[in-house]
C-alpha cells in the first residue's frame, strides 16, 4: 500500500461519515404507504364520498342524474321509496343501491357536477390497489360518511315525512 494512501485514508473515512450525517439530519422524505398517505391539493378528484346531513340522513334521493352524467357509464343507482317507518334520505325516495365500478372511472369529477344535493363529491383518497376486479366496484356501504359521534350507529334518525332534501346553492 502506497505511503499516500495510508495517510489519506482517514480523512477519507471523515469525509464519507459527513455524507451520513449530513443525510441523517435531512427531513425523511419516505411516507409509510398505504398506512400514511400524502397530503394532496384541495380540488383532488379521487375515491367518492357519498354525504349525510347532520341528522344522520343520507343526501342522496337516488335521482341517478351522476349515472346519466357519467361519461363511461359506470355508475348503477337504484331508488327505493321512504317510508315514515325506515326513512334513509329527505324527500320521497333514497338509494337503495349504488355501486361505482372504479376500475372504469375516469376521475373526472361529472357525477359531482350533476348532482343537485351535493350529494356525491371526489374525496382526497387515491389509493387503488386490490387482488381481484370484483374488489373494485364500490358500494354504498364503501362510500357513505359514517353517522357523527353524536348520532347512535344503529338507529337512523327517522325525520319528517314532510321533509324536503335541500338543493345545492349554485
Ligand atoms: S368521476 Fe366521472 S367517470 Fe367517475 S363515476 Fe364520476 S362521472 Fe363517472
Ligand atoms: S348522488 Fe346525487 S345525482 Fe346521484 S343519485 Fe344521488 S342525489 Fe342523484
Request: with cysteine.
Amino acid at each position: 500500500m502506497a505511503l499516500r494512501e495510508i495517510l489519506l485514508g482517514p480523512l477519507y473515512i471523515a469525509r464519507a461519515l459527513a455524507t451520513t450525517f449530513k443525510h441523517n439530519t435531512k427531513p425523511i422524505v419516505t411516507i409509510e404507504y398505504p398506512e400514511r398517505q400524502k397530503a394532496v391539493p384541495p380540488r383532488e378528484r379521487g375515491r367518492h364520498i357519498l354525504h349525510r346531513y347532520a341528522d344522520g340522513l343520507e343526501k342522496c334521493v337516488g335521482c341517478e342524474l351522476c349515472a346519466i352524467a357519467c361519461p363511461v357509464g359506470c355508475i348503477v343507482v337504484e331508488a327505493a321509496e321512504n317510508t315514515p317507518e325506515h326513512r334513509v334520505s329527505p324527500g320521497e325516495r333514497y338509494a337503495k343501491r349504488y355501486e361505482i365500478n372504479l376500475l372504469r372511472c375516469i376521475y373526472c369529477g361529472m357525477c359531482e357536477e350533476a348532482c343537485p344535493y351535493d350529494a356525491i363529491t371526489m374525496g382526497p383518497r387515491y389509493d387503488l390497489a386490490d387482488d381481484h376486479p370484483d374488489k373494485f366496484i364500490a358500494v354504498k356501504e364503501d362510500m357513505l360518511e359514517p353517522l357523527s359521534a353524536s348520532l347512535s350507529d344503529t338507529a337512523v334518525p327517522s325525520g319528517s315525512p314532510s321533509a324536503q332534501p335541500v338543493p345545492r346553492k349554485w
